[in-house]
C-alpha cells in the first residue's frame, strides 16, 4: 500500500476513525495515578492493528506506563 492509498483509505472513512479518535479521547487516563492508562494503551493498539499495523506494548518496568508502537509497511512513491 502507498502512502497515496493510505490516505484515500483515511479519508474514505473519516466518519469511522473520528468515531475512533472520540472513544480513545473518552477513556479516563491519568498518568499519575495510573487510571485509565492501561485502557488506553489497549485502544490505540487495537486502532493500529485495524489499520495492518504490528504493534507491540512495552514497559521500561513492571510499574512503568505501557509504550504502544505500531509499525505500518507502506511503500513511499519514488521521487
Same mark, same amino acid.
Given at each position: 500500500m502507498t502512502i497515496e492509498e493510505l490516505h484515500r483509505q483515511v479519508e474514505k472513512n473519516w466518519d469511522r476513525h &473520528?468515531? %475512533? $479518535?472520540?472513544? !480513545? &479521547?473518552? !477513556?479516563? =487516563? /491519568? =498518568? /499519575? $495515578?495510573? %487510571?485509565? !492508562?492501561? %485502557?488506553t494503551a489497549d485502544a490505540v493498539d487495537d486502532m493500529l492493528s485495524e489499520l495492518g499495523a504490528k504493534t507491540r506494548q512495552f514497559r521500561a518496568t513492571k510499574k512503568s506506563h505501557p509504550l504502544v508502537y505500531g509499525h505500518l509497511? /507502506? &511503500?513511499q512513491p519514488s521521487r
Open positions: &473520528l468515531r %475512533e $479518535t472520540r472513544r !480513545i &479521547l473518552k !477513556i479516563p =487516563s /491519568v =498518568s /499519575v $495515578t495510573g %487510571e485509565g !492508562i492501561q %485502557e509497511d /507502506v &511503500l
